[in-house]
Each structure stands twice: as structure tokens, then as C-alpha cells.
């Protein structure tokens, strides 16, 4: 798997390049590099918010300059809050990560400093620029927030199976099991005339079953709602 | 539109809290209820991390216990890092947010607290467990993390256009512009003997097309590009 590296422009705080090294290794992205980061580097305040990666803030390279970080890059896709005047491609997290994953060269997901953003002259060196969708007008993600949509998306395009899947004990009773508690239930209603004659019986069992089955029961818990039925109708014999 | 509530369950930190109330409203969530914040509420803190949310934590209600903060709620979807032994739905975050969206009734996504998580009997109250796909093992978001996925995810879900799109600067060349330039290109290397008569012309001229075709030009920058040739033809001519 060739995961794209994570360049971030001028960052400010050490505590976002921190959060985003932090996101980076929840969502598998490892190589970090920090262009002209404002306070200098190494930066003590990175490790506080990396959680478990402090390991990715330890191997982060630091450049002078956006050209030289992207040297070695052959698809560089950079991520702004605003539309640029610049005729540049435009495209989306999920697709941006679906790019990514296809590309066999090196990769890059560019973030800009915390307020100004990725300056012009920079995205013009990019391959295409990447849009969040968020609400209306409040369009500002800071760089944790940006980092972990875009590590989520990578992840996501990957076609894992997700972390954990339903319980073995959600597998659906076989019909037979369901047909088998159903019959159960009309027995018992007829015998303490529950339908009382009516003629809508055949409804009224219908929408019972209806509710019954909605709840997709397992063959435990057909079991388990089998023995509650046969409970209550030996103690109203035994009353 | 009917947003979906945030419920956070005994959270601690009063950052953690702001930063949520942040990430809701980049998405578009509003209602925020809290069920037994650790260190009481009103919270100072959670002002600090809320950018421009402080409506979000002004609003928010407090609740003494999970089931009265979800007593009006008719689909309740929590979030989880780990699977529990609960024969419960699980989802993921994408589809969560069309069900959602589908969903006309009181709904609300629930996040547990920064480190125990959710409880079992609390998980037991909710109609499905989310989780968010991560990378190996290292799948411990913090409430930041986890909040700004699923309000994304609400977002994407919404169909809505980007915040931006491609510029129109970007709208494609009608393909007789590009054969007209492309036309031009050819004239003026045969013009200079660029060929010297070898019989691979074709081919060659064939990866020089597919080269500049490859660009994806607008009729502007078509223009922009004949102008080129023209300027260097013309300057050849004075040399």
C-alpha cells in the first residue's frame, strides 16, 4: 500500500501538528512533512496532542520551501476552505482518497497554515484542490478536523472490512423457527379467546405478526420469546 | 430538515465538549445535550474550543441520566470504538447518516465519554452501534475526532452540491479549437523540418496530441497556448 504523505504549509501551533499526526495514525498514514513550521522544529507541544503517534511527529522531515517537499511527489491534491481563482481541478474527500489509492508514484495531501490557508502561488503547483462539504457559510475546519476527514476517506476507499461487524448472535432465526413461535402464539391466543369471535382475526394476526417479525429475532431469541409465552401461559393454568 | 440531536454522555473535558459544538456546526447540527457533564455546566472551557458555536453550548440542555435524554427520541445511533457482546445493529457512519436523513421522527447520535466509553446497559437503550472504520488497531478517536466524521457524514448525505466547484474558467475546449491548435502545431513543424522525413511522423505526432490533449485545456487556455506558438514562429522568423 503506497499512502500518501501529509505535508502540512506553515503550520502554527505544535498542538495541531500533533492532532494531525494523531489522525494520520488512526487512519494509517505515516510520513509527515512540515513546511517553514512557525515555531521551529522539533516542538515539544506536538507530542501532547499525537496520542499514540508520537512516533510519526519523531520521523516528520521539515523543508524550507513547498517546492522542495513536493520534489519527490508525482500527485500532490491540497485541501481549502475557498474557491481560488486559479483554473485548477476540483474534487471531493472520497474521491480524492479513490484517486490516491490508484496512483501507484508518490502521493501527497497538502494542508495550509491554520489561518491564511494555502497561499496561490502554492496550489498552482498542486494536481487538484480538495473541497470539505460542510454546512452553509461555516466552511472553517481547523487542521485536526481536515486531517481526519481526509485519513477517514483513505481508509473508507481502501475497502476494509470495518472494525467490527454485527454480533454472530444477530444472525436471523431460520423461518421455520419464526413460523414455529407464530403458531405457538395463535394456539395460545385462541385458546383464551383472544379474537373473541371477531371477524377481523385475520388481520388483527396479521399486524401481530407484523410487529413480531420487525424486530428480526435470532434463533436464541426466538427461544427465548417462546419459553416467555409458555411461561405466562402455564402460570395463568397454575392461578 | 430534521438534524439529528448530539448527545454526549458524562463527558469530562469542557474542551472536548466546545470542539464538538464546533464540528456540529460546520455541519449543520444544532441541538446539543449533555447527560451528567463531569464538571458541572455551565463550562467555561467549552467556550474556548467552540470557534464560532457558542450558540450551540449556550443552548444545550443537561440531563441527569441517558434514558430522560433520550425520552423523546425515536432512533438513537451510538457511537462505539469496540464491539460489544450485544445483539446490536451495527452500521457505519455513512449509512447511519442516510438513515438518518430517511428518518422523519426525533433522532439523535450518542458519543459515550473520553475514555470507559459507553455502557452495555446504555448500548442496550440505542437502536444501533456506529463504527467508524479506522486503521489497524489504532482505532481510539477522541470525541473531536469522532464527532467531526459522523457530522460529515450528515452533510455528504444531504446530496448537497460542494461549497465550490470547478471554476468556469475550466469549462473544456470545443474539440475544433483543439484541432485548430493542434492543426497550427503541426504546420509550423513541418514548416521548420521537425520530422526530417522520418516515417515514424505519424506516430510521433500521434504522442504529441495525446500529450497536449492530455491537459484538458479551456478554449482560453487553447488560445493561450496558439498565441505561444505563434510568438516563438514569429521570433524565429526575426532571429
Same mark, same amino acid.
Given at each position: 500500500?503506497?499512502?500518501?504523505?501529509?505535508?502540512?504549509?506553515?503550520?502554527?501551533?505544535?498542538?495541531?501538528?500533533?492532532?494531525?499526526?494523531?489522525?494520520?495514525?488512526?487512519?494509517?498514514?505515516?510520513?509527515?512533512?512540515?513546511?517553514?513550521?512557525?515555531?521551529?522544529?522539533?516542538?515539544?507541544?506536538?507530542?501532547?496532542?499525537?496520542?499514540?503517534?508520537?512516533?510519526?511527529?519523531?520521523?516528520?522531515?521539515? /523543508?524550507?520551501? %513547498?517546492?522542495?517537499?513536493?520534489?519527490?511527489?508525482?500527485?500532490?491534491? !491540497?485541501?481549502?476552505?475557498?474557491?481560488?481563482?486559479?483554473?485548477?481541478?476540483?474534487t471531493t474527500p472520497d474521491l480524492a482518497a479513490q484517486e490516491l489509492r490508484a496512483h501507484a508514484g508518490?502521493?501527497?495531501?497538502?494542508?495550509?497554515?491554520?489561518?491564511?490557508?494555502?497561499?496561490?502561488?502554492?496550489?498552482?503547483?498542486?494536481?487538484?484542490?480538495?473541497?470539505?462539504?460542510?454546512?452553509?457559510?461555516?466552511?472553517?475546519?481547523?487542521? !485536526?478536523?481536515?486531517?481526519?476527514?481526509?485519513? /477517514?476517506?483513505?481508509?473508507?476507499?481502501?475497502? !476494509?472490512?470495518?472494525? %467490527?461487524?454485527?454480533?454472530?448472535?444477530?444472525?436471523?432465526?431460520?423461518?421455520?423457527?419464526?413460523?414455529?413461535?407464530?403458531?405457538?402464539?395463535?394456539? /395460545?391466543?385462541?385458546?383464551?379467546? /383472544? %379474537?373473541?369471535?371477531?371477524?377481523?382475526?385475520?388481520?388483527m394476526l396479521q399486524n401481530i405478526k407484523t410487529m413480531l417479525l420487525r424486530g428480526a429475532w435470532s434463533?436464541?431469541?426466538?427461544?427465548? %420469546?417462546?419459553?416467555?409465552?409458555?411461561?405466562?401461559?402455564?402460570?395463568?393454568?397454575? !392461578?
Amino acid at each position: 500500500m503506497n499512502a500518501p504523505a501529509v505535508i502540512l504549509i506553515r503550520p502554527q501551533m505544535g498542538e495541531n501538528i500533533g492532532a494531525v499526526a494523531r489522525a494520520m495514525n488512526n487512519f494509517g498514514l505515516s510520513e509527515l512533512r512540515l513546511v517553514a513550521p512557525r515555531d521551529g522544529w522539533p516542538n515539544p507541544k506536538a507530542h501532547s496532542t499525537a496520542a499514540r503517534a508520537e512516533h510519526i511527529i519523531d520521523a516528520a522531515k521539515v /523543508y524550507a520551501t %513547498f517546492e522542495e517537499a513536493i520534489a519527490d511527489m508525482q500527485l500532490v491534491l !491540497a485541501t481549502t476552505a475557498r474557491p481560488r481563482d486559479i483554473a485548477k481541478r476540483v474534487t471531493t474527500p472520497d474521491l480524492a482518497a479513490q484517486e490516491l489509492r490508484a496512483h501507484a508514484g508518490n502521493t501527497a495531501l497538502v494542508f495550509g497554515p491554520e489561518r491564511a490557508g494555502i497561499e496561490n502561488s502554492e496550489i498552482t503547483l498542486c494536481d487538484a484542490i480538495i473541497t470539505i462539504p460542510t454546512a452553509g457559510d461555516n466552511s472553517s475546519l481547523n487542521l !485536526a478536523q481536515a486531517s481526519v476527514i481526509l485519513g /477517514y476517506e483513505w481508509v473508507k476507499a481502501s475497502g !476494509a472490512a470495518p472494525l %467490527f461487524t454485527q454480533p454472530a448472535t444477530l444472525d436471523l432465526a431460520p423461518k421455520e423457527e419464526m413460523t414455529g413461535m407464530l403458531a405457538q402464539l395463535e394456539d /395460545y391466543l385462541d385458546k383464551v379467546d /383472544y %379474537f373473541r369471535g371477531d371477524h377481523k382475526k385475520p388481520t388483527m394476526l396479521q399486524n401481530i405478526k407484523t410487529m413480531l417479525l420487525r424486530g428480526a429475532w435470532s434463533a436464541q431469541e426466538v427461544r427465548t %420469546f417462546r419459553g416467555i409465552l409458555r411461561a405466562i401461559w402455564e402460570r395463568r393454568l397454575n !392461578a
